[in-house]
Each structure stands twice: as structure tokens, then as C-alpha cells.
């Protein structure tokens, strides 16, 4: 292994209309220790921009945006072209998930690299994360 990219995580996701979260997302992925984000626009053509929101974090190269706009599928188009990329090579994991989606680790853990770290991961070059929908309780 590359020892330069040692347990070093990039997410790898596709948006489109997401301006009202997307950066609540950025930060809960960088406060984690989420190395960088690699973010595709699949946004409308005329649509809204996730620079108008996010763009102090794009500016600081923690999140690269990638234009797909105004083309359809394109999720595993996207995910697959990351996949195959140069830039792929630098990280030595890759976390693929949506925009509505928030990794959380029990508390032995306080960062996505020292989870992926743990032995148990050696000879593995796939970790499959089961996710859980959590919704609001009605009012009483």
C-alpha cells in the first residue's frame, strides 16, 4: 500500500437540489475525518449552484465539484468514473453515499480513518455500511 494515503477516506457523492442541507452534510463528513469530498453536480442546468452554499469548503479544497449538470443518470456513471480516476489513487478508502446520508460510528471510534484503520479491515477491500431511517416522533 501507498503509505502516503494510509487509511486517508474520500467521499464520493452526487447531488441535485440539496442546497438546503448540503452544507450540514460537508461538515458533519469533515468533522468526522473525511479527507475530501468529491462532490457532483448533477444539478439542473439553470438550477441552483452548491458553491452558493458550500463554496468557503470548495475554496479551501475540501470539496471538489465535479459538473455533471443537466445529465440524466448519471449516479453510477459518476461513482464509477471517480472509481476508475487518478484522483481515486490517493485515498485508501472510498465512501459512496448519498446526500441524506450520515455516517455515525459507536463511540470506541472518534474518526472515520481510525475506523477504517481497525484490523479486522486488513484483508477486506470492501466494507458494506447497513444503513437505519431514523424519523420524527408525531407531536403529542
Do not use: M
Not at 3 to 21: Q, T, W
Not at 63 to 72: H, K, L, P, Q, T
Not at 106 to 112: E, G, L
Amino acid at each position: 500500500a501507498n503509505i502516503s494515503n494510509i487509511n486517508k477516506v474520500a467521499l464520493c457523492a452526487i447531488g441535485k437540489n440539496e442546497n438546503l442541507y448540503i452544507r450540514e452534510w460537508v461538515e458533519h463528513y469533515k468533522n468526522i475525518g473525511i479527507s475530501k469530498i468529491f462532490l457532483y453536480d448533477n444539478n439542473d442546468i439553470d438550477g441552483e449552484h452548491f458553491e452558493d452554499v458550500i463554496d468557503d469548503y470548495v475554496k479551501s479544497g475540501f470539496v471538489e465539484i465535479i459538473n455533471v449538470r443537466g445529465i440524466w443518470p448519471a449516479q453510477i456513471d459518476a461513482y464509477e468514473s471517480f472509481y476508475h480516476s487518478d484522483k481515486s489513487l490517493e485515498y485508501s478508502w472510498i465512501l459512496f453515499c448519498d446526500i441524506d446520508e450520515f455516517l455515525e460510528f459507536p463511540d470506541k471510534y472518534t474518526s472515520v480513518s481510525q475506523f477504517v484503520s481497525n484490523k479486522i479491515f486488513n484483508d477486506y477491500d470492501v466494507i458494506k455500511i447497513c444503513w437505519k431511517c431514523y424519523e420524527s416522533l408525531p407531536r403529542t
